[in-house]
């Protein structure tokens, strides 16, 4: 069930046999030369709504879709939180979902920029119930969609060399896979991209002039694309069903 094609009612019924979200969530930014700007929102939300389709129990939010991507501003196109924006505005998405009764609130994340913050976040919220001695009605819960059991592995199976960290062919042949009629083609010099630290939107765009880290995108496909996503949404359909029925120790 998808919660923005859904009516209130529907999500009321669905409550009274779920109370587990997954919201998708990740970035609007630069890509390197071929890389669609929305990729790292995309690709969870491709998967997320794909296991949506097999199982249609599994009840999906709306994608959260920019996220803390301040050292991709140097790039047009890129929209960044701050970090303080991103934590707050998580908050009252968590905040939202946990006053319509869900419980196990799942984070499916696509941008590893974000990682940090998310994290902090869920400290956060988990804070202001640990000084009032209460335990909250919730529990949270991130996982990167490439950490998903067996796909950073096949990732790297199929992309042995130029893989990379950012721009990587992976992410780009999932969004290829999904959109196939906005794949584009660059010369790329040099093949591979140099890695180095992420710092200030400056310092990045002078060490990674076209945007990517390491990777080497020209060897995305969408019949890659399709092989990853094959093997990510059973990875996260089991994920998501052992968060929901992990039990709790009583307090």
């Known amino acids: 069930m998808l919660i923005h094609l859904s009516s209130w009612p529907e999500i009321d019924a669905a409550l009274k046999t779920t109370k587990t979200v997954v919201v998708p969530i990740g970035s609007?930014?630069?890509?390197?030369?071929?890389?669609?700007?929305?990729?790292?929102?995309?690709?969870?939300?491709?998967?997320?709504?794909?296991?949506?389709?097999?199982?249609?129990?599994?009840?999906?939010?709306?994608?959260?879709n920019i996220g803390m991507a301040q050292h991709h501003l140097a790039f047009a196109g890129t929209i960044s939180l701050r970090p303080s924006t991103f934590?707050?505005?998580?908050?009252?998405?968590?905040?939202?979902?946990?006053?319509?009764?869900?419980?196990?609130?799942?984070?499916?994340?696509?941008?590893?920029?974000?990682?940090?913050?998310?994290?902090?976040?869920?400290?956060?919220?988990?804070?202001?119930?640990?000084?009032?001695?209460?335990q909250p009605p919730f529990v949270l819960k991130l996982k990167n969609w490439w950490d998903l059991p067996g796909v950073n592995s096949l990732c790297n199976r199929i992309f042995p060399t130029g893989h990379g960290m950012h721009a990587t062919p992976s992410e780009i042949a999932v969004t290829q896979a999904a959109y196939p009629d906005h794949i584009k083609t660059a010369d790329y010099?040099?093949?591979?991209?140099?890695?180095?630290?992420?710092?200030?939107?400056?310092?990045?765009?002078?060490?990674?002039?076209?945007?990517?880290?390491?990777s080497d995108p020209a060897q995305a496909s969408p019949e890659h694309g399709r092989t990853i996503i094959e093997a990510a949404v059973p990875a996260l359909l089991k994920d998501v069903a052992d968060f929901s029925n992990e039990v709790l120790p009583e307090v």
Request: glycine share 10%.
């Open 189 to 214: 010099s040099p093949q591979i991209a140099p890695t180095g630290p992420i710092r200030d939107a400056l310092d990045y765009r002078a060490r990674f002039p076209d945007g990517r880290i390491g």
């Open 87 to 134: 934590m707050a505005a998580i908050t009252d998405w968590v905040s939202s979902l946990s006053r319509h009764g869900f419980e196990r609130i799942y984070f499916l994340n696509g941008h590893g920029g974000n990682v940090a913050t998310i994290e902090a976040t869920f400290a956060e919220i988990y804070a202001e119930w640990s000084f009032v001695e209460e």
């Open 28 to 64: 609007n930014e630069q890509h390197g030369p071929t890389g669609l700007l929305g990729t790292d929102w995309m690709c969870p939300e491709i998967i997320a709504h794909a296991a949506e389709k097999q199982d249609a129990s599994l009840v999906v939010a709306p994608t959260f």
